[in-house]
T-cell receptor, first 113, second 119 residues
Framework: SQQGEEDPQALSIQEGENATMNCSYK?????LQWYRQNSGRGLVHLIL?????REKHSGRLRVTLDTSKKSSSLLITASRAADTASYFC?????????????FGKGTKLSVIP | NAGVMQNPRHLVRRRGQEARLRCSPM?????VYWYRQLPEEGLKFMVY????????ESGMPKERFSAEFPKEGPSILRIQQVVRGDSAAYFC?????????????????FGPGTRLLVL
C-alpha cells in the first residue's frame, strides 16, 4: 500500500456533527498537509503540520500528528453542508530537494443538511 | 492575486493525437509541479520544474510524456500519441521562490486541473 492512506474511505454525517479523518504513512516525513477537493475541482490547501509539531488549529479544523505511529488526523468541528468534499493527506519526504507530495486516495465526506 | 491557472479545463483527444496542457503559476512562484489523478484515486506526482530546469521527473512515464517550464510563458505538459489510459485529471501546482535558498517553501498551491479524455 502507498504512503498517505486515509481512513475511512467515505464518511457521512449530519450537519453540526464533528468529522474525523485519519491518515497513515510509512516512511519519515518533513511535513504532512491536508487538502480538500470538491467534486470535479482542484485542490484547496487546508493546513500543514511539520514533523516536530503535534497539533495545529485553523478555524474549525484541528490536525494532529503522531510521528511514532506515523499517523495524522483531521477533525472538522460543527460540520456544514459546504464541507462536503474529498479530503486528502499529502506527505512530503523531500528527497533530493524535490518536495514532491505523496497523496492518499482520500476520504469522501458527505455532510447532510 | 490570481491563483494557478490551467488551460484548457477540458480536453478531448483521439488515440494517437497529441495533448498539450498549460500551467501558469501564481505570481512570484518559480517552482511548478505536475500531478495526475485517475478516477477515485489520489494525485500522483509526475514532475517538478524550476524555470528552464527539470529538477525531478521520477514520476513521469519514460515515453510519450515531456514537460517544460521556459524562461517566459507557462509550463507545458505534453503527451504524444495519447492512449485511453492517459485519460485523467492533470493538476499543476506552484510554490514560491525562497531567495538565496535552493529549496522551495513547502506549501503547493494547485490549479483547477485539466481533464483529459482520450476517445
Amino acid at each position: 500500500s502507498q504512503q498517505g492512506e486515509e481512513d475511512p474511505q467515505a464518511l457521512s454525517i449530519q450537519e453540526g456533527e464533528n468529522a474525523t479523518m485519519n491518515c497513515s504513512y510509512k516512511t519519515s516525513i518533513n511535513n504532512l498537509q491536508w487538502y480538500r477537493q470538491n467534486s470535479g475541482r482542484g485542490l484547496v490547501h487546508l493546513i500543514l503540520i511539520r514533523s516536530n509539531e503535534r497539533e495545529k488549529h485553523s478555524g474549525r479544523l484541528r490536525v494532529t500528528l503522531d510521528t511514532s505511529k506515523k499517523s495524522s488526523s483531521l477533525l472538522i468541528t460543527a460540520s456544514r453542508a459546504a464541507d462536503t468534499a474529498s479530503y486528502f493527506c499529502a506527505t512530503d519526504h523531500s528527497g533530493a530537494g524535490s518536495y514532491q507530495l505523496t497523496f492518499g486516495k482520500g476520504t469522501k465526506l458527505s455532510v447532510i443538511p | 492575486n490570481a491563483g494557478v491557472m490551467q488551460n484548457p479545463r477540458h480536453l478531448v483527444r483521439r488515440r494517437g493525437q497529441e495533448a498539450r496542457l498549460r500551467c501558469s503559476p501564481m505570481k512570484g512562484h518559480s517552482h511548478v509541479y505536475w500531478y495526475r489523478q485517475l478516477p477515485e484515486e489520489g494525485l500522483k506526482f509526475m514532475v517538478y520544474l524550476q524555470k528552464e530546469n527539470i529538477i525531478d521527473e521520477s514520476g513521469m512515464p519514460k515515453e510519450r510524456f515531456s514537460a517544460e517550464f521556459p524562461k517566459e510563458g507557462p509550463s507545458i505538459l505534453r503527451i504524444q500519441q495519447v492512449v485511453r489510459g492517459d485519460s485523467a485529471a492533470y493538476f499543476c501546482a506552484s510554490s514560491p521562490t525562497v531567495p538565496g535558498l535552493y529549496s522551495p517553501q513547502e506549501t503547493q498551491y494547485f490549479g483547477p486541473g485539466t481533464r483529459l479524455l482520450v476517445l
